[in-house]
């Protein structure tokens, strides 16, 4: 059984900064990568940033220059470092933990951490 604990999260002036963290706990395949999606009312969810366990980042252009995403992998855990936020940042963040093993994919989300950002 995988857990994804979510924190960081809440409200924030606009230009402000937050930071998320997520640990994941249980049966975790050492080979695999972590990320933070996001989803605003109303809107699909789409990816922010992800990196795997090599260290390779992938940052969604809206992040890019204002959000870096880490990892510790002796704490399986990822942060989501977020400078210079804006309202449209708002939304429900999810940590995500991904990995192949064959053909099948796991796949394991958090609970979600609000982030409000204020104009």
């Known amino acids: 059984q995988v857990q994804l604990v979510e924190s960081g999260g809440g409200l924030v002036q606009a230009g402000g900064s937050l930071r998320l963290s997520c640990a994941a706990s249980?049966?975790?395949?050492?080979?695999?990568?972590m990320g933070w999606y996001r989803q605003a009312p109303g809107k699909q969810r789409e990816l922010v940033a992800d990196?795997?366990?090599?260290?390779?980042?992938n940052h969604a252009d809206s992040a890019k220059g204002r959000f870096t995403i880490s990892r510790d992998n002796a704490k399986n855990t990822v942060y989501l470092q977020m400078n210079s936020l804006k309202p449209e940042d708002t939304a429900v963040y999810y940590c995500?933990?991904?990995?192949?093993?064959?053909?099948?994919?796991?796949?394991?989300w958090g609970q979600g951490t609000q982030v409000t950002v204020s104009s």
């Open positions: 995500n933990l991904v990995w192949w093993s064959s053909t099948l994919k796991y796949d394991f």
């Open positions: 990196i795997t366990s090599g260290g390779t980042t």
């Open positions: 249980g049966s975790i395949f050492s080979i695999n990568a």
